[in-house]
């Protein structure tokens, strides 16, 4: 879900305020009131869109969470993602770490909702933020207060630069850290957003590595995982395994898991023993709401890096097509 190699491009925010986020040198500025005048029902109409794509789809709320985080590892939160090529090449979502991201059709729809009340008002982009946002708070987690006014990319990103700049499976700590520090966030925040793991699955082909060469792994935990994984498998596109126990609930029960030694990537795994890293997964597993908290200030810092603003960019009328 994440990436280890970027430009850090160092940034200050106030949460009480406007959020401040700088791009190829600019100065851009985010707000909490950006469309009380221009579609102030752009946050009613999300929400009621959510609400019925849920109630049909309950699993759509893990891949709308993660379709945003891998929209922003890959030239800012752009909504370029959402994009077709425009260039006749492979557009960004074909990369392979892009596999398993799915449900854009679910922002195509609210999107043509919301053009409906303001015509050419609200990008794909802000769009693609609040349905994230959404996404926990009907799964039970925290509604996050987001500043808004991110305006959507009119150049598609190659798959080349998706498999450049999106995580391998095997990151660790060390480059977990880099990277959310390069976003602006604290050790705590980078252990919070990490927490995103809680909702939906893991597909076999990302772990079938780790089952074959991970010594630290509990004999116990590799014969559960194996149960779903088979090593050699012709399927490991298609099986997986739970992230943890309640997977359609945004919970602190991914850090109940990695303390049990369960964690079922790497990275989960690690956190529990990784000296910067392991008091904060005990916070956040003793203290629900501290995970909160801290998540949700994450949430504001991931959904703010790189944006377009101002006369930057521009407003697609369509998420897949620049026009």
Not at 308 to 323: A, D, F, V, Y
């Amino acid at each position: 879900m994440f990436s280890s190699v970027f430009i850090f491009i160092l940034f200050s925010f106030n949460l009480n305020s406007n959020i401040l986020e700088a791009r190829a040198g600019q100065t851009t500025t985010l707000s909490y009131g950006f469309y009380k005048d221009s579609c102030p029902q752009v946050e009613n109409i999300v929400r009621a869109a959510l609400n019925s794509i849920h109630l049909m789809d309950p699993a759509s709320a893990p891949s709308l969470l993660r379709l945003l985080f891998h929209d922003c590892q890959v030239q800012g939160c752009d909504a370029s993602i959402l994009l077709d090529s425009t260039s006749g090449g492979t557009p960004e979502i074909i990369s392979s770490k892009n596999f398993g991201v799915k449900k854009l059709e679910h922002i195509n729809y609210i999107k043509s909702m919301v053009e409906a009340a303001c015509p050419l008002k609200v990008s794909c982009a802000d769009i693609l933020v609040l349905a994230a946002r959404e996404a926990v708070a009907l799964t039970l987690g925290p509604r996050i207060a987001v500043p808004l006014g991110r305006r959507d990319s009119s150049v598609a990103p190659s798959s080349k630069a998706a498999d450049a700049l999106l995580p391998p499976v095997s990151i660790g700590v060390d480059g977990m850290l880099r990277l959310f520090g390069g976003k602006g966030m604290t050790v705590e925040e980078s252990v919070a957003i990490m927490g995103a793991h809680t909702l939906g699955v893991t597909h076999c082909v990302n772990i079938l590595n780790r089952l074959a060469s991970d010594t630290r792994m509990s004999p116990d935990f590799r014969a559960s995982l194996r149960l779903s994984c088979q090593l050699g498998s012709f399927t490991p596109n298609t099986s997986f395994v739970l992230n943890d126990p309640t997977t359609l609930m945004f919970d602190n029960h991914y850090y109940w898991n990695t303390l049990g030694g369960r964690g079922v990537l790497k990275i989960d795994a690690e956190l529990a023993t990784n000296p910067k890293t392991s008091p904060f997964v005990q916070r956040f597993a003793a203290n629900q709401g501290e995970f909160f908290r801290a998540f949700s200030s994450a949430f504001v810092k991931l959904s703010s890096y790189s944006v377009l603003t101002g006369k930057q960019g521009m407003i697609r009328r369509s998420c897949n097509k620049i026009r």
